[in-house]
């Protein structure tokens, strides 16, 4: 090792190389909770030619790494092994180009998605990818997990903004795939074996997206439900109704919507009774005025179908921000429950009701005195599951008792936040033998010396 730092070191300036105690905690571990590890060295290359550098070195001496975005995973493949070195890409921060009349954004793997957000909404227009970490995660990640958020059930997965992209492969190998065509069909679209493959096969340099025209209106409700098949049933009327309009539909089971009503202290429930079942519904569109109008009465018509008890209307931003900030309570809430079973999961729409109500009967009956919260994102096949009992003796014990059930349901073991390590060995559940000896096949040939993110998915 001494031999690879040596050439390291003579080939990048002091500040892209950190050894021993220099080395943050940061870096130890990403927000899964995986055990902590410091690497054996840190890199934090500035320009893809210098990240190139780094692998066709680490390749040369059979150094395994680890690539880091922000730390904001829950699979825990952004945690270093012993031995490894970790790769930051957080210098690799900046955007190159604005396109407005091609709409697309071009920027560095490093930039922060809020960044790129704040950007686009500066020459009005949008990038459609939002999930609660903006502030933290880099795009360069969102990519290596085909990041889900919010808006998917109007615009689908990271993996519909990719245009193009550029990543380095283990041996140092530069692809430059910069398409910014949305119809090119020239050979493989090399991009998608970089998108959702979590670093395994190459490192994500620089991308370009495709963002959409700012919606000038948007409208928020929060309603009430009685069941789950009036949810379903309520998502076939709002799609038929709203159309492409339809860009949040947020279900949350009573077990979160109280418990978020109990932690966070600004909030208060504007419903007088309790129900079963909380929805969110956000629709956008171009005219404020015809568009509160169609909304409101879509709603009104729900309402007279008996499909919804109740509903209440944002009459402003703030009481629209204050509706999300029920959705998004579950950061809060990780602040008082202690050690949490945290699992993003998929089914499909006309299981996730069963599959809820189920999950919860089966753990409550196995473990004395547990949590069971539910929400998601519902019409992408997105549920989330937070399980506590407050001994994190208790958590993995739980984890695997959820990962079985998914597959009894034949749903995902992750929706939008990777299989790392923490998923790795559940991967059989939702993929075949045949499936999984294909990824091998295909690990094998752009990573030989498993050296990329080594452990992780596979």
């Not at 590890?37 to 070195?57: F, G, R, V």
């Not at 190159?96 to 490093?110: F, N, P, S, Y």
């Not at 008996?306 to 602040?335: K, M, N, P, Y």
């Not at 739980?398 to 299989?419: P, R, V």
């Amino acid at each position: 090792m001494s031999t690879l730092l040596d050439q390291l070191n003579a080939s990048l300036d002091t500040s892209s190389l950190i050894l021993g105690d220099d080395i943050s905690d940061k870096y130890f571990a990403d927000w899964s909770g995986a055990d902590p590890c410091a690497p054996a060295a840190l890199l934090k290359p500035k320009t893809t030619d210098e990240l190139s550098t780094i692998m066709a070195l680490c390749h040369k001496h059979n150094q395994p790494v680890v690539v880091q975005g922000g730390l904001t995973g829950l699979a825990g493949g952004a945690t270093p092994k012993a031995g490894e070195f970790a790769i930051s890409l957080e210098r690799m921060s900046a955007i190159e180009e604005i396109d407005t009349t091609a709409m697309t954004l071009t920027a560095h793997a490093g930039t922060p998605l809020q960044v790129l957000q704040e950007a686009a909404a500066e020459h009005d227009l949008f990038l459609p990818l939002d999930l609660g970490a903006r502030g933290s995660c880099m795009i360069g990640g969102n990519i290596a997990t085909n990041a889900g958020g919010t808006e998917v059930i109007r615009y689908g997965m990271t993996r519909s903004m990719v245009l193009g992209l550029e990543a380095v492969l283990a041996d140092g190998t530069v692809i430059s795939s910069m398409n910014k065509m949305v119809k090119n069909n020239s050979g493989y679209d090399l991009k998608h074996l970089f998108i959702g493959s979590e670093g395994t096969l190459g490192i994500v340099t620089r991308v370009v997206l495709q963002l959409q025209p700012k919606s000038r209106s948007s409208h928020t409700a929060l309603c009430a439900l009685n069941s789950y098949e009036s949810v379903t049933q309520l998502l076939i009327e709002l799609k038929r109704n709203l159309g492409s309009g339809l860009t949040g539909f947020e279900l949350m089971w009573d077990s979160y919507y109280d418990k978020v009503m109990e932690v966070v202290p600004s909030l208060t429930s504007p419903f007088a009774e309790a129900h079963p079942f909380y929805l969110l519904v956000e629709y956008k569109d171009n005219d404020e005025t015809s568009g509160n109008q169609r909304f409101e009465s879509i709603l009104f018509a729900q309402l007279e179908a008996g499909l919804l008890t109740d509903a209440v209307i944002a009459q402003s931003h703030q009481d629209a921000a204050t509706f999300w900030q029920i959705r998004d309570g579950i950061g809060e809430l990780f602040q008082v429950l202690g050690p949490v079973s945290n699992q993003d999961v998929s089914l499909p729409v006309t299981e996730i009701g069963a599959f809820a109500e189920d999950l919860d009967q089966r753990l409550k009956a196995k473990y004395p005195n547990i949590g069971v919260l539910l929400f998601g994102h519902i019409g992408d096949n997105n549920l989330h599951v937070c399980a506590y009992t407050g001994r994190e003796e208790d958590k993995r014990r739980i984890n695997e008792d959820i990962m079985l059930m998914i597959g009894e349901y034949s749903g995902a073991i992750t929706a939008e936040h990777g299989i790392g390590v923490l998923k790795r060995d559940f991967l059989p559940l939702s993929r075949t033998d045949s499936e999984i000896a294909l990824m091998k096949t295909i690990k094998l040939a752009m990573d030989p010396k498993n050296i990329l993110n080594p452990g992780r998915v596979i």
